[in-house]
């Protein structure tokens, strides 16, 4: 009797768990209606600068060791966005590599010196398991992302 | 309150709660251990990798679905697949259910990496890290207070030369020492 009593509130909870969809939701709700090119974006990001956009695309690469970022591809080859979420607030799973994803955020700009895009190179390779090279580095970078805000990735690519 | 009854609800309280946060210590305990150590392993999945080698994919279009099912079959890794992708135009990767096929077309250099959940402990890391949010974010805070009782009680569970006047004393100190020491040395 007590051991069912403990348990209760467990298959309760249980119960009440949201069932999964198709579609699987992260952070805010998306609240944009028009989907803008990673490709437009890409191809002048001062544009963008500052702007809530939402992109859709083929989520190509997640960030292994914390879900806190994910890439999505872009209409032509070797394009893509790296979308960058806090940390533990939303948290993208590995297994949503392949799958389509429509993200909200905010195109920012972030300028690394020589020293901090050495480390950040550094981070990267440590967080694909890979070894890291430094002449692979050759002087400061500017790279665009999005702030990301929310997503909702589908269950099928 | 008289004193005996008071230590007899410090007993009850902390063995109750002793008793309610075993499970919760447990799930805590070990995704802390795991989560300690993220710069040396994936605390969330297990991702391994084979280096295998094809035949040199020549086709106009390599992510023709043809073309992708073709290297797979290669690679014995099935037939489905989500998706491609091209990062440069030498390398393809192919997307599948459990991990990705990335493919050097011109030597036909092809890494299979699969990806599988750490059963259980991604699931305590999930609570640990309070990626649930939400309700578990109160019960999370339910917890830490309910730590801070255990911690408080435990003070006075026992009377005489092994409690808090004799030798716990003693422990105690060092317990709060240690922290103090850490952050000497380090901050």
Not at chain 2, 19 to 34: E, H, K, P, R
Request: include cysteine; charged fraction near 25%; charge should be negative.
């Amino acid at each position: 009797m007590m051991f069912a009593a403990a348990i209760l509130p467990v298959l309760l909870l249980a119960a009440c768990r949201p069932s999964e969809g198709e579609l699987t939701m992260y952070g805010e709700e998306l609240t944009l209606e028009e989907t803008t090119s990673v490709s437009a974006i890409l191809a002048d990001p001062e544009a963008y600068l500052g702007q809530q956009v939402q992109v859709e695309g083929t989520v190509v690469d997640v960030c292994e060791m914390r879900g806190c970022w994910l890439a999505v591809a872009g209409e032509k080859d070797g394009e893509l966005i790296r979308v960058k979420v806090e940390d533990g607030v939303i948290v993208f799973p590995m297994s949503a590599r392949g799958l389509m994803a429509r993200v909200e955020g905010v195109v920012e700009k972030l300028e690394f010196t020589m020293d901090q895009a050495v480390e950040r190179a550094r981070h990267e390779a440590e967080e694909h398991g890979t070894e890291f090279d430094p002449s692979t580095v050759t002087g400061p970078e500017t790279v665009y992302q999005l702030r990301g805000l929310g997503a909702v990735i589908s269950d099928h690519s | 309150m008289s004193k005996r009854r008071w230590r007899k609800w410090n007993r009850v309280v902390h063995r109750d709660l002793g008793y309610l946060c075993v499970g919760l210590t447990v799930v805590y305990a070990i995704s802390g251990i795991a989560v300690n150590h993220v710069r040396d392993w994936n605390p969330n999945y297990k991702v391994t990798e084979v280096h295998r080698t094809i035949t040199p994919v020549t086709a106009a279009d390599p992510r023709a679905p043809e073309v992708v099912r073709h290297i797979l079959d290669e690679l014995g890794a099935g037939s489905s697949f989500r998706d491609t992708y091209r990062p440069d135009a030498s390398t393809l990767e192919i997307f599948l259910e459990d991990g990705t096929v990335t493919v050097e077309l011109a030597t036909g250099e092809a890494v299979l990496q699969t990806v599988r959940d750490r059963r259980g402990l991604k699931e305590a890391n999930y609570l640990h890290l309070n990626n649930a949010r939400g309700l578990w974010t109160y019960m999370a805070d339910i917890y830490a207070a309910a730590l801070l009782l255990l911690a408080v009680t435990g003070l006075f569970m026992l009377k005489g030369k092994l409690g808090i006047t004799g030798r716990g004393a003693w422990l105690t100190a060092i317990g709060v020492a240690i922290p103090l020491l850490f952050l000497w040395l380090y901050m």
